[in-house]
């Protein structure tokens, strides 16, 4: 994996926690924050950890945010989340993403050329009723829209089959991402995400399958092998 460079504006609990799991995944971050405390938290972990207010696009324009891969805007107030990404729009920058909490804010980011967004409330209600309504659920990720991923038991009835066998894309319209390894036994492959799924790949009791598609999709195919 090639390390990226972020810049996470806004240390609140969000914010911080982005950091660190930014951090810990081997990418560059600039953490940036107005509150000197939560500069100097960061700074303990990060390479660069700057106090600014990001409303002001000159403060902005003296670190070089552009240069970066994306910035994420983690603000929780609502005027000072609009200030920065009104200030942000003077940068070039090559991706923004931005937090936002009420229907209000994400129209008004998305005027000022913001296209990018997420709704922590909402991913969270929607992962947490993917565990509730899908059977050996173990991870839920809403992508965007009607669209997600999931990570799933493989079902009794396809343990021992290859890969070709499901056809998952022509018969159940999803993609599969890939397979997670459960322990095996003897010379079984060792446990893991496997990257690119091979064709012929025989799916165990053990495995997880890791599935994109529309939601329905994944609701139709959960309800044909629970």
Do not use: W
Request: net charge negative; aromatic share 4%; proline share 4%.
């Amino acid at each position: 994996m090639k390390a990226q460079k972020f810049a996470v504006i806004g240390l609140g609990e969000f914010g911080m926690q982005l950091v660190r799991q930014l951090h810990a995944a081997g990418h560059e971050v600039v953490a940036i924050d107005q509150a000197m405390d939560r500069v100097q938290m960061a700074g303990e972990f990060v390479a660069q950890a700057i106090c600014l207010n990001a409303s002001e696009p000159e403060a902005l324009h003296d670190h070089e945010l552009e240069a970066l891969d994306a910035i994420i805007l983690a603000i929780k107030d609502f005027e000072s989340l609009i200030a920065a990404a009104d200030a942000l729009r003077s940068l070039p920058a090559k991706h923004i993403i931005a937090r936002y909490q009420t229907p209000l804010e994400l129209k008004i980011l998305q005027m000022l050329g913001i296209e990018s967004t997420v709704n922590l409330e909402e991913n969270a209600a929607r992962s947490i009723t993917g565990r509730l309504t899908y059977r050996g659920l173990q991870t839920s990720i809403p992508v965007e829209g009607e669209f997600s991923i999931i990570e799933v038991s493989v079902p009794e009835e396809l343990v021992g089959q290859r890969v070709r066998q499901v056809d998952f894309s022509g018969e159940h319209s999803l993609s599969l991402v890939s397979v997670r390894r459960g322990a095996g036994r003897g010379k079984d492959p060792k446990p893991g995400l496997i990257g690119v799924v091979p064709a012929d790949t025989r799916l165990r009791k053990s495995d997880s399958l890791v599935l994109f598609g529309r939601e329905d999709d994944l609701a139709a195919f959960h309800d044909r092998f629970a």
